[in-house]
């Protein structure tokens, strides 16, 4: 029998995300061994943990490595696999699995489904209509002012919401949905919805199915450059806990976790796995922007160090039911986490580079996403190549500890946003 301390875990994904995940999970006492699939430059760097080189889409490769290493739980990362059928198909074949079911992960792969869910459980949402064409979709615009959010209905790799300031934005962004069909299939759909203005933050709820167990807040900065300007992006940053939701904590508990975690109790809500919880605060009023059915990237890079607890039983408890015994201890410091990537990122990224890394002191992580070891030495592998999370008694020591542990890495074009945190650190305020 496997004692509990010589647990093996698998974790699916190659991203930043990830590497959070592996050192984390490493860290558990209980934990003997992971595999990370296929992992990147740097979870082949961290102690107990092995890179495979599998694919997420190669379930019956998976299946197969985990029955061969004897796996104990499969950690799903990213949002494609979940809302392919990840966790339906490795369960059939018998593997415990962290993640939602397929028909649970909906609340990402479809914006209409989250907002019929949404609209059934009372949470806060921007208004909006559905539409399968053009005509329809911009008349609707046409007619309602404050309809400007165009949002294709299915995944679109974080490129189908376009925040539109008029009329033809609103008509361009149709046709890219409908015309070009940028995001084929994901883009049969369009929600159209009220254009909201306030504060962003995210939340991260584990559920087993039947309780919900809130995880902390975190802050991410999706645009490329300073001041929140340029494309939107996976994320460039990321910072945790968040002074707004200290500020905006009843109304988020009294209309959004309260209503999921009542719904979860009563049958009538089902999920296994983390929500990711993307809230925009307009009118005092917090209103659900969207679900992911996974964790941040690279959210998880700045909330994973704050945690004191072994996120290990977390896990396993979420697929076995068994949430109510877990309890999550947070460091009072905070975390500030800047993402390094090619000068031209998004529309370029970098491969194939040298990456130097220098010494990184104690008061900073280094998680890679990106990279990969060729020929035994460190290199970029594209999009967003790693990232560096600083902690520090306050915004300002946190984010001091990110970029000057920063200085300490380089690769050619390599290039980051210099104001991450800026909302809540006073040296960035009074630039
Ligand atoms: P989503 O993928 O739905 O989170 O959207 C990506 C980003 O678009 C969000 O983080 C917001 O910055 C912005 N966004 C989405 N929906 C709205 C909205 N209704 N009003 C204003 N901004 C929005
Ligand atoms: N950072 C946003 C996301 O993971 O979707």
């Known amino acids: 029998m496997t004692k509990a301390k010589d647990l093996k875990v698998m974790i699916v994904g190659g991203g930043g995300r990830e590497h959070a995940l592996a050192w984390k999970v490493a860290e558990s006492p209980m934990v003997e061994k992971i595999f990370c699939a296929p992992g990147n430059g740097g979870t082949a760097l961290e102690t107990k943990v092995e890179n495979l080189p599998l694919a997420v889409d190669q379930f019956a490769l998976l299946s197969e490595a985990a029955l061969k290493e004897q796996v104990d739980l499969i950690v799903i990362g990213p949002d494609n696999p979940l809302a392919d059928g990840i966790v339906d198909y490795l369960e059939e074949k018998?593997?415990?699995?962290?993640?939602?079911?397929?028909?649970?992960?909906?609340?990402?792969?479809?914006?209409?489904?989250?907002?019929?869910?949404?609209?059934k459980?009372?949470?806060?949402?921007?208004?909006?209509?559905?539409?399968?064409?053009?005509?329809?979709?911009?008349?609707?615009?046409?007619?309602?002012?404050?309809?400007?959010?165009v949002k294709a209905d299915g995944l679109a790799y974080g490129k189908g919401v376009f925040v539109c300031s008029s009329l033809e934005e609103v008509e361009e962004a149709l046709n890219q949905c409908f015309a070009e069909r940028a995001f084929g299939a994901s883009g049969d759909q369009v929600i159209i919805e009220e254009r909201l203005t306030g504060e962003e933050l995210s939340?991260?709820?584990?559920?087993?199915?039947?309780?919900?167990?809130?995880?902390?807040?975190?802050?991410d900065h999706k645009r490329r450059y300073e001041e929140d300007r340029g494309p939107n992006t996976g994320g460039m940053g990321a910072y945790s806990p968040v002074p707004l939701y200290d500020r905006y904590r009843s109304e988020i508990e009294d209309q959004i976790t309260r209503p999921l975690a009542e719904a979860l109790g009563r049958g009538d809500?089902?999920?296994?796995?983390?929500?990711?919880?993307?809230?925009?605060?307009a009118d005092d009023v917090p209103y659900v922007l969207e679900f992911n059915a996974r964790f941040?990237?690279?959210?998880?890079?700045?909330?994973?160090?704050?945690l004191q607890s072994?996120?290990?039983?977390?896990?396993?408890?979420?697929?076995?039911?068994?949430?109510?015994?877990?309890?999550?201890?947070?460091?009072?410091?905070?975390?500030?986490?800047?993402?390094?990537?090619?000068?031209?990122?998004p529309a370029t990224s970098s491969k194939n580079e040298a990456i130097e890394i220098g010494t990184i002191g104690g008061d900073a992580r280094l998680f890679h996403a990106g990279t990969a070891i060729s020929d035994g030495k460190l290199a970029t592998n594209g999009g967003r190549v790693l990232a560096v999370t600083g902690l520090g008694k306050d915004f300002e020591q946190a984010s001091d500890a990110a970029y000057r542990n920063l200085e300490a890495i380089t690769f050619k074009g390599m290039d980051y946003r210099k104001d991450i945190g800026w909302r809540v650190n006073s040296k960035c305020r009074s630039k």
């Not at 087993?208 to 807040?217: E, H, I, R, Y």
Request: net charge negative.
């Open 94 to 119: 018998g593997h415990k699995v962290f993640g939602p079911t397929k028909e649970q992960a909906r609340l990402e792969w479809s914006k209409s489904h989250a907002k019929e869910v949404m609209r």
């Open 269 to 281: 809500f089902s999920y296994r796995g983390v929500l990711f919880v993307g809230i925009l605060i």
């Open 310 to 345: 072994d996120l290990l039983p977390a896990l396993m408890a979420c697929c076995e039911g068994r949430l109510a015994e877990i309890e999550l201890d947070w460091t009072e410091e905070k975390s500030l986490c800047v993402v390094a990537c090619d000068d031209g990122y």
């Open 121 to 149: 459980l009372g949470i806060p949402t921007a208004r909006y209509g559905l539409f399968t064409a053009k005509e329809e979709a911009l008349a609707f615009a046409r007619h309602n002012e404050w309809a400007r959010v």
């Open 203 to 219: 939340i991260f709820l584990l559920m087993d199915g039947k309780t919900l167990l809130p995880m902390q807040a975190c802050q």
């Open 296 to 306: 941040g990237d690279p959210e998880t890079q700045a909330l994973l160090p704050r």
